[in-house]
């Protein structure tokens, strides 16, 4: 009952996946799709967060940590391991660690973004937790200026993709 993580995993790029505690996926379930699992394997040299979202098999909100697990003599991943948070548990955690430095009375304001520039944590997420589009919450939103600083000094690359499901453009950083 004290365990800091909601539930813990693992799963093989061939889509073998193994949870604890057990709890039985969906017929549906391909963990090669989640946001959690191609985040790591685009950062295979780094623990990765994925911006909140429904659990598949609990549904309830979470933040997944998760780092890809290289393969033995091979410089190519086997899969990921993964840990959730329930996401109120996260919010704690992150208040706890920073409530010395995030005052909004002072104007000092704090913001937990993914490689994606959306958020995982800001200011008033808490109000905001039941939102549809809790995953997609975008920097750019909410501090503009910032955003195009941050994209002008190279910290994010903008990168443009036609999405013919939608016939749109998207946008990537």
Not at 28 to 43: D, K, V
Not at 55 to 76: C, H, K, Q
Not at 85 to 103: A, G, N, P
Request: overall charge negative.
């Amino acid at each position: 009952s004290d365990n800091t993580f909601y539930q813990l995993f693992f799963s093989t790029y061939q889509g073998l996946s193994i949870k604890y505690p057990a709890r039985k996926y969906s017929g549906t379930f391909n963990a090669l799709q989640r946001p959690w699992y191609q985040r790591a394997l685009s950062y295979p040299d780094l623990l990765v967060f994925a911006t909140p979202y429904l659990d598949a098999t609990t549904s309830v909100l979470v933040a997944t940590g998760a780092t890809a697990i290289m393969a033995p003599d091979s410089e190519y991943p086997y899969g990921v391991a993964a840990f959730d948070y329930q996401f109120d548990e996260f919010l704690t955690y992150w208040h706890d660690i920073m409530s010395d430095v995030c005052d909004t009375r002072l104007r000092q304001y704090c913001y937990l973004i993914d490689s994606s520039a959306f958020l995982l944590y800001y200011d008033g997420i808490e109000d905001d937790i039941d939102d549809d589009d809790i995953s997609i919450k975008f920097l750019g939103d909410f501090e503009p200026t910032l955003m195009q600083s941050l994209i002008d000094i190279g910290f994010f690359i903008n990168d443009t993709n036609v999405n013919y499901l939608d016939d749109t453009i998207d946008i990537a950083y």
